[in-house]
Nanobody, 123 residues
Framework: QVQLVESGGGSVQAGGSLRLSCAGS????????MAWFRQAQGKEREGVAT???????NYTDSVKGRFTVSRDNAKNTLYLQMNSLKPEDTAMYYC?????????????????WGQGTQVTVSS
C-alpha cells in the first residue's frame, strides 16, 4: 500500500525559506516520478515541481530559481527546498507519485497523494 506523508510546512515571512519533506512507503520511490503540487484557497491544484526516476527536474515558471526539488532514494523521501518565499506561495502543498518513471504536470496523471502540509507566507 503506497503512502506519502508530508512535513515541514509552517508560517514564514516573505523572503524566508522552508524545506518540505515527503516520506514514501509501500513502494520504491527511485523507480518512479514524484511531484509537488499546491492548492491555494479557492483555486485549482497546480503542479509546482517534478522529478523523474533519472532525477530530471521540472518546475512551474513562478518558482523557477527559488524552489529546488530533490530526492533521497536511500530514505525513500522527496524534498522541496523553498527560498525567497512570496505571499503568493501560500497554499497547501501535496506530494504525489504515479506508476511510471516519467512525469506529467496534470493532477489526473497522479494516482497517489499525501495529506498535504500548509505553507503560509506573510508580507
Amino acid at each position: 500500500q503506497v503512502q506519502l506523508v508530508e512535513s515541514g510546512g509552517g508560517s514564514v515571512q516573505a523572503g524566508g525559506s522552508l524545506r518540505l519533506s515527503c516520506a514514501g512507503s509501500g513502494f520504491t520511490a527511485r523507480f518512479y516520478c514524484m511531484a509537488w503540487f499546491r492548492q491555494a484557497q479557492g483555486k485549482e491544484r497546480e503542479g509546482v515541481a517534478t522529478i523523474n526516476s533519472d532525477s530530471v527536474t521540472n518546475y512551474t515558471d513562478s518558482v523557477k530559481g527559488r524552489f529546488t526539488v530533490s530526492r533521497d532514494n536511500a530514505k525513500n523521501t522527496l524534498y522541496l527546498q523553498m527560498n525567497s518565499l512570496k505571499p503568493e506561495d501560500t497554499a497547501m502543498y501535496y506530494c504525489a507519485t504515479r506508476d511510471d518513471w516519467w512525469c506529467g504536470d496534470r493532477v489526473e496523471q497522479y494516482t497517489y497523494w499525501g495529506q498535504g502540509t500548509q505553507v503560509t507566507v506573510s508580507s
